[in-house]
């Protein structure tokens, strides 16, 4: 009996979890809607409410938004925007900010992880698994005698939040595995091992 229960949870837990997730997400998504006039919304010209309509409008926006601003046209008009946000004091800060961390971590050319590193971390003796993230710069560089790397210590099971921390290099390890399996092994909580790289 306590096996088929068991079977029954390794069947169930992830449909149910992953039903929520995706549900979690189209409800978000379809906030966008209220960007809408009252009379453009589809239960105003239909009678009845559409989950997901917000979803696939966010969707078709940004593939949009994507489409002119990969024009010649579009770039300029990007740059305008940009440059008439930059004499804004307060929004120029924090558009910029985050427009750096979008970079990173979405373009192609982004390399917000450079290397799954094996740290001790939070105490001597316990270890976790980190991302290179770079250096430091400016003035706290200053404040190093050694040479230390900037790193990113996710959290489980959601790797989006987690911990910046500055180590010595000397006090990490690289480890033999790509940024992608690093993360699925801390989504799945150490239950889904890597592989070892095969080295040609």
């Known amino acids: 009996?306590?096996?088929?229960?068991?079977?029954?949870?390794?069947?169930?837990?992830?449909?149910?979890?992953?039903?929520?997730?995706?549900?979690?997400?189209?409800?978000?998504?379809?906030?966008?809607?209220?960007?809408?006039?009252?009379?453009?919304?589809?239960?105003a010209w239909l009678g009845i409410d559409i989950p997901g309509f917000g979803a696939i409008l966010t969707l078709a926006i940004i593939l949009v938004t994507g489409l002119i601003a990969t024009n010649i046209f579009g770039k300029q008009l990007i740059l305008l925007w940009e440059a008439s946000?930059?004499?804004?004091?307060?929004?120029?800060?924090?558009?910029?900010?985050?427009?750096?961390?979008?970079?990173?971590?979405?373009?192609?050319?982004?390399?917000?992880?450079?290397?799954?590193?094996?740290?001790?971390?939070?105490?001597?003796?316990?270890?976790?698994i980190a991302f290179l993230t770079g250096t430091p710069g400016g003035d706290v560089a200053t404040h190093f005698s050694a040479e230390y790397v900037s790193v990113?210590?996710?959290?489980?099971?959601?790797?989006?939040?987690?911990?910046?921390?500055?180590?010595?290099?000397?006090?990490?390890?690289?480890?033999?595995?790509?940024v992608d399996q690093a993360l699925k092994y801390i989504i799945s909580m150490g239950t889904v091992a890597p592989l070892p790289t095969k080295h040609s």
Request: no cysteine.
């Open 1 to 43: 009996m306590k096996k088929y229960f068991i079977t029954g949870l390794l069947v169930l837990v992830p449909l149910f979890i992953t039903i929520w997730v995706l549900k979690t997400l189209v409800q978000t998504l379809d906030q966008s809607l209220m960007l809408l006039p009252v009379a453009w919304r589809p239960e």
């Open 85 to 128: 946000l930059s004499r804004v004091p307060v929004v120029k800060s924090i558009y910029s900010s985050v427009k750096q961390v979008s970079d990173t971590l979405f373009s192609d050319s982004g390399n917000a992880f450079r290397k799954a590193l094996l740290i001790e971390y939070p105490r001597q003796g316990v270890w976790t």
């Open 152 to 178: 990113y210590v996710p959290t489980t099971p959601n790797p989006t939040s987690g911990f910046f921390l500055m180590l010595p290099k000397a006090d990490v390890i690289e480890l033999d595995m790509t």
